[in-house]
Structures are given as C-alpha cells and as structure tokens.
C-alpha cells in the first residue's frame, strides 16, 4: 500500500501489547506472495506501491520514506 507498518501505532506498539498477541509471528517473518515479482518478498523490501490513498487525517504521517520522496515531501516526525 506503500504506508510504513512502523509508523502507525497499533502495529509499532503490539508487541508490547499486555498478554494480548495480536500475531505469533514476527514482522521479520513476513513474507508477501504474490504473482508479481516485484511484490513478492519481505514487505519492507517491496518498493512497487500500489498508491493507496491514506484517510487525509494520516496523510503525510504513514507513508513510507520511498513514497515520501516520490510524492517529494519529507517525514515529518
């Protein structure tokens, strides 16, 4: 979707979540499968977004850092 997994705040914070798992399986673990080459692998490897569009309210917060520069703008944390 091109969004930072690290940047919105119930992913970043479940591992500290008190005894309530939201997964069993590391991040690191992950790994899309897909048809396309360019979206097969790690998630944090695949650069080929499909551009999903954030709630506006997210906007410029989620994106990651590849999409920032393509969209030309910075992080701004």
Do not use: T, Y
């Not at 499909?50 to 997210?58: I, Q, R």
């Amino acid at each position: 979707m091109g969004f930072d997994p690290a940047k919105i705040r119930i992913l970043k914070n479940m591992a500290s979540a008190r005894g309530f798992a939201l997964s069993q399986v590391r991040s690191d673990q992950i790994a899309c499968a897909s048809n396309v080459a360019s979206w097969h692998g790690p998630p944090d490897q695949i650069r080929d977004a499909l551009n999903f569009e954030p709630h506006f309210g997210w906007k410029g917060h989620i994106e990651s850092e590849d999409r920032l520069s393509q969209m030309g703008r910075v992080d701004p944390s």
